[in-house]
C-alpha cells in the first residue's frame, strides 16, 4: 500500500534559521515520482519538485533543498534562511505513473516568526 | 499558468441540497482529479477521470458522482449533501509525460 507520512503537524521557526520539513513514504513499486507543494494562506496548491525514483541525486533550489534518500524512504525538504513569505503548510506526495492518483501525507504547517 | 478554472469559489448550501462543482482546464489533458482537503487528512481522492466518459472511483467517493461529457469539464455532484461534506475541493489536471498536477484554486463549501 502507497502511503506518505510527514510526522510534523506544525513547526515554528525564527526568520532566517534553517528548517527541515520530513517526508516518508511506502510503496512497493520501484518506480514512482515524489512531489512537494506548497500552500500558502491564500489557498493555492503551488507544485515546488517532482523527483523520480532513479534519481537520488539533492536538489538546490535558491534557498530550497531536497534530500531523497531510498535507503530510509525519505524525501525531506530544507529551507535556508527561512522568511516570513515561506509561512504556509506544505505537502509531500507520492505518484507511482503518469495518470495515477497523488498520495499526499497530512502536511506541515510552517510558521515564520518576524 | 495552465488554464484550469473551478466554479464556483465558495458555496453555501443546506443539508439534503445537491450540489455539482465544475472543474475546466484549457489545457486538453487527460487525466483530471477531484480531491477533498480536511485538516489532519490532508488532500483525499475523491474520482477521477481518464478521459471522456471514462471516471473511476477513489478512496473517499461515497456520496459523490462525477460526470465528463467533454475534455474540458469534469463535474462533482454531491447528491444530497450531508455536513461531512464541508470541506475544500480541489480540482487537478494532468498531461503526458512525468506525473505532475497543476491545481485549480478550490472551491470552498459549507453545508449548514
Known amino acids: 500500500a502507497q502511503k506518505v507520512t510527514q510526522a510534523q503537524t506544525e513547526i515554528s521557526v525564527v526568520e532566517k534559521e534553517d528548517v527541515t520539513l520530513d517526508c516518508v513514504y511506502e510503496t512497493r513499486d520501484t518506480t514512482y515520482y515524489l512531489f512537494w507543494y506548497k500552500q500558502p494562506p491564500s489557498g493555492e496548491l503551488v507544485f515546488l519538485i517532482r523527483r523520480n525514483s532513479f534519481d537520488e541525486q539533492n536538489e538546490i533550489s535558491g534557498r530550497y533543498s531536497w534530500n531523497f534518500q531510498k535507503s530510509t524512504s525519505s524525501f525531506n525538504f530544507t529551507i535556508t534562511a527561512s522568511q516570513v513569505v515561506d509561512s504556509a503548510v506544505y505537502f509531500c506526495a507520492l505518484s507511482e505513473a503518469p495518470g495515477n492518483q497523488f498520495y499526499f501525507g497530512t502536511g506541515t504547517s510552517l510558521t515564520v516568526i518576524p | 499558468d495552465a488554464g484550469i478554472t473551478q466554479s464556483p469559489r465558495h458555496k453555501v448550501t443546506e443539508t439534503g441540497t445537491p450540489v455539482t462543482l465544475r472543474c475546466h482546464q484549457t489545457e486538453n489533458h487527460r487525466y483530471m482529479y477531484w480531491y477533498r482537503q480536511d485538516p489532519g487528512h490532508g488532500l483525499r481522492l475523491i474520482h477521477y477521470?481518464?478521459?471522456?466518459?471514462?471516471?473511476d472511483k477513489g478512496e473517499v467517493s461515497d456520496g459523490y458522482s462525477v460526470s465528463r461529457s467533454k475534455t474540458e469539464d469534469f463535474l462533482l455532484t454531491l447528491e444530497s449533501a450531508t455536513s461531512s461534506q464541508t470541506s475544500v475541493y480541489f480540482c487537478?489536471?494532468?498531461?503526458?509525460?512525468?506525473?505532475?498536477?497543476?491545481f485549480g484554486s478550490g472551491t470552498r463549501l459549507t453545508v449548514v
Open positions: 487537478a489536471i494532468s498531461g503526458p509525460g512525468p506525473p505532475g498536477y497543476t
Open positions: 477521470s481518464y478521459g471522456v466518459k471514462d471516471t
